[in-house]
């Protein structure tokens, strides 16, 4: 019954549709018929899964926002794995979510060799983003899967919540990014790309991290 009503919802771009008293094993079943290859998000609390299909606009400054990090970790020469909106459940937790992007960038090695994670024996992402267009952000099930450092991008800002006792703060520096002010920096060339382009962009901040690099030293 879960999975035929399920069939018939359509979730415009920028809604999004509330499931109550979804079990584990249903949660698990929705995925697979879902598949890995589709637009919308989902996010599992403790029962509840929500389904969220985002605009193009959110699109557009997530794939941005994470090659603008990719950038960086690339002039760092900083092995990464980028593993885009994969799903990241607990089922002792009853949780699960699915990032608009993610990294592994200090636990990169412990998952490099592998295909599917689990995270009641793999780490959770270092780094996870979320374009907060559609307030989808879930920070409490980010903080139950102990994901060290979260992203949320919201009305035209970018804010850093590193994970402490447990709990989201709000801070001016990036943990994998120590000595980088990147709060307004990746909001200036997010903005930028819309009128000089991605691949402008793209140089012109990995020129702004090698000057940083080259001042610092």
Not at 10 to 28: A, F, I, K, N, Y
Not at 50 to 57: G, K, Q, S, V
Not at 190 to 208: D, Y
Request: hydrophobic residues 35%.
């Amino acid at each position: 019954m879960m999975l035929l009503e399920l069939k018939r919802i359509h979730v415009p771009p920028g809604q999004r549709v509330l499931l109550q008293d979804v079990t584990w094993q249903e949660l698990e079943t929705i995925l697979e018929e879902l598949g890995e290859h589709r637009g919308a998000r989902i996010a599992y609390d403790r029962g509840i899964l929500e389904i969220m299909a985002p605009l193009p606009e959110h699109e557009y400054d997530k794939e941005i926002i994470g090659d603008l990090v990719k950038a960086l970790l690339e002039e760092l020469n900083r092995e990464f794995i980028s593993l885009g909106s994969t799903t990241f459940k607990n089922q002792a937790m009853a949780q699960g979510i699915e990032p608009d992007q993610c990294f592994y960038i200090q636990n990169e090695s412990r998952i490099r060799e592998k295909k599917r994670l689990d995270l009641t024996v793999d780490p959770p992402p270092d780094l996870a983003l979320e374009v907060d267009i559609t307030s989808r952000t879930h920070p409490d099930i980010y903080q139950a899967l102990k994901v060290s450092e979260l992203w949320r991008f919201d009305k035209g800002k970018l804010q850093i919540n590193i994970l402490q006792d447990g709990h989201y703060i709000e801070s001016q520096e990036s943990i994998n990014f120590p000595g980088f002010s990147l709060n307004e920096v990746i909001t200036y060339y997010l903005e930028q790309s819309m009128t000089a382009g991605r691949n402008a962009t793209i140089k012109a901040f990995r020129l702004w991290v090698q000057k940083q690099l080259h001042t610092n030293n």
